[in-house]
């Protein structure tokens, strides 16, 4: 008792701290994990397009995903439906405007076609979720059927492209069955371990600057689960892959929706602010739409250019600063 005393005596004392202790420890422990399970997966057998998809629906969003169950588990749901949101929010804003600062980012003939038609039919399915004001268990049900119909697509395309699917499978790391079993449980106990100091330190510092779960979810959470795309997408770009960058965020954004706002549903239940439908959902449509218009306006050169990138980037900031004013009442 003593130790755990100790334990959360000292998130409380420097949460901004423990905030970044766990953010990193999140993202070390979710490549691990994630690395480790294709790996024990392999070995046990299983099919290579289930360890394909598998890896690519939880290794996109894995810290959105087990922080929304630590948030769910615990009753602060609020949080989980801020990560899952806001995540989106700052990967188009945030990261997509970096990025393109460093390089123009040229979208993808596979982007075009096949990722934002479904992440756009994700966030017309996320209104019909949000819509009636209550975040419940049939709308859970309803986001994992849209993420099964996903999967279904991406194996259907994976049967038909198998040298795609080889070369995503050779990126993951071969391990014997001791090594990546061992992998898989310290990669887990981290990510459980380090899901909770997040989540507990994020209570903390709502409580202590008097800011509601939902906004530190929305904000400083969203913006460190984000983290791991910001630095894969300005490292394809720098090395010369900019196509590579639309497409981490855009899978990225569907998996928030359909996996990662499915977890509060279904587990932490509740009604919401008529602000998350206008003001947060709202803002996310906002820029799908608009990363729509740049992929597919008639004229469109297909490429998000340094300024379009500076807009991006603006609106976020601009979001982030009535989110503020928004909460302390100006």
């Given at each position: 008792?003593?130790?755990?005393?100790?334990?959360?005596?000292?998130?409380?004392?420097?949460?901004?701290?423990?905030?970044?202790?766990?953010?990193?420890?999140?993202?070390?422990?979710?490549?691990?994990?994630?690395?480790?399970?294709?790996?024990?997966?392999?070995?046990?057998?299983?099919?290579?397009?289930?360890?394909?998809?598998?890896?690519?629906?939880?290794?996109?969003?894995?810290?959105?995903?087990?922080?929304?169950?630590?948030?769910?588990?615990?009753?602060?749901?609020?949080?989980?439906?801020?990560?899952?949101?806001?995540?989106?929010?700052?990967?188009?804003?945030?990261?997509?405007?970096?990025?393109?600062?460093?390089?123009?980012?040229?979208?993808?003939?596979?982007?075009?076609?096949?990722?934002?038609?479904?992440?756009?039919?994700?966030?017309?399915?996320?209104?019909?979720?949000?819509?009636?004001?209550?975040?419940?268990?049939?709308?859970?049900?309803?986001?994992?059927?849209?993420?099964?119909?996903?999967?279904?697509?991406?194996?259907?395309?994976?049967?038909?492209?198998?040298?795609?699917?080889?070369?995503?499978?050779?990126?993951?790391?071969?391990?014997?069955?001791?090594?990546s079993f061992a992998w898989f449980v310290v990669g887990l106990a981290v990510l459980l371990v380090s899901a909770h100091v997040l989540v507990t330190a994020a209570a903390f510092v709502a409580v202590e600057?008097?800011?509601?779960?939902?906004?530190?979810?929305?904000?400083?959470?969203?913006?460190?689960?984000?983290?791991?795309?910001?630095?894969?997408?300005?490292?394809?770009?720098?090395?010369?892959?900019?196509?590579?960058?639309?497409?981490?965020?855009?899978?990225?954004?569907?998996?928030?929706?359909?996996?990662?706002?499915?977890?509060?549903?279904?587990?932490?239940?509740?009604?919401?602010?008529?602000?998350?439908?206008?003001?947060?959902?709202?803002?996310m449509m906002a820029l799908t739409a608009l990363l729509m218009l740049l992929a597919y306006a008639v004229g469109s050169r297909k490429v998000i250019t340094r300024f379009e990138g500076l807009v991006l980037?603006?609106?976020?900031?601009?979001?982030?600063?009535?989110?503020?004013?928004?909460?302390?009442?100006?």
């Amino acid at each position: 008792m003593g130790l755990i005393a100790t334990f959360y005596e000292a998130i409380s004392t420097y949460p901004f701290l423990a905030l970044i202790v766990g953010f990193l420890a999140l993202g070390w422990s979710a490549d691990r994990f994630v690395n480790a399970s294709a790996a024990v997966a392999k070995n046990l057998g299983v099919s290579k397009i289930v360890i394909g998809l598998t890896a690519i629906a939880v290794g996109t969003s894995a810290p959105e995903i087990m922080v929304g169950i630590e948030a769910s588990v615990v009753g602060i749901g609020e949080l989980a439906i801020g990560n899952a949101i806001g995540s989106n929010i700052a990967n188009i804003g945030l990261v997509l405007g970096i990025t393109a600062l460093v390089s123009p980012l040229p979208f993808a003939d596979n982007v075009l076609k096949r990722e934002l038609p479904w992440l756009i039919g994700a966030t017309l399915l996320t209104l019909a979720c949000l819509f009636d004001l209550y975040v419940g268990i049939l709308d859970g049900l309803a986001l994992l059927a849209g993420l099964g119909v996903i999967l279904y697509l991406l194996a259907r395309r994976s049967r038909a492209m198998p040298d795609t699917l080889q070369a995503e499978l050779n990126e993951l790391p071969d391990m014997t069955a001791v090594k990546s079993f061992a992998w898989f449980v310290v990669g887990l106990a981290v990510l459980l371990v380090s899901a909770h100091v997040l989540v507990t330190a994020a209570a903390f510092v709502a409580v202590e600057y008097q800011v509601s779960e939902l906004v530190i979810g929305l904000t400083i959470v969203a913006v460190g689960t984000s983290l791991p795309e910001l630095s894969v997408t300005v490292a394809a770009a720098r090395q010369g892959h900019p196509e590579m960058a639309i497409g981490n965020v855009v899978g990225s954004n569907i998996l928030n929706i359909l996996a990662v706002l499915a977890i509060p549903a279904l587990l932490d239940p509740q009604a919401i602010d008529v602000a998350v439908l206008w003001r947060d959902y709202g803002m996310m449509m906002a820029l799908t739409a608009l990363l729509m218009l740049l992929a597919y306006a008639v004229g469109s050169r297909k490429v998000i250019t340094r300024f379009e990138g500076l807009v991006l980037l603006a609106a976020w900031i601009g979001y982030t600063i009535i989110l503020y004013l928004h909460e302390h009442g100006a």
